[in-house]
């Protein structure tokens, strides 16, 4: 025997129904959204890790040793391709370029308050990890941003 319902009993089921499949669809609408955002995230830090791997600078990092070290070995060579003797010869920061090999972007002191950039191609291994002097730009002031050249 069928059921009969009364005209608001079949509007009771027709909004709970609605409001049912509402809620499903706004849960499934927020749940794609925090995907999308997760998928988003994960995206910017493939991208990031990308462009320091494959060819991109790294961001401004302190000198260290080992900077200072590569400086220690082409002083001479920027001496003579700038045709003057440097006062001091100070590494304060740097930018690396992995490409074949390693391009170092280099921020040095070479007296008051008197700075140069400059850069140094680090050959693979391979290669005999030796350096390469490839250019220098005077004039730069402390706050100059280090950058490729």
Known sequence: MAR??????????????????????????????????????????????MSQLVGGPSGVKEADAEIQDILDKT????????????????????????????NYFIKVKVGTDKYVHVKVFKFLPHAGATLKVENIQLNKSLDDDISNF
Do not use: C, P
């Open 4 to 49: 009969k319902f009364s005209a608001l009993q079949s509007a009771a089921v027709i909004v709970f129904l609605s409001l049912s499949l509402s809620l499903r669809v706004s849960q499934s609408v927020s749940i794609k959204l925090s995907e999308f955002q997760i998928k988003s995230d994960l995206e910017a830090v493939r991208l990031k890790r």
């Open 75 to 102: 002083r001479a060579g920027f001496e003579d391709k700038a045709g003057v003797k440097f006062d001091e010869f100070t590494a304060i920061s740097y930018r690396s370029q992995v490409v074949a090999g390693t």
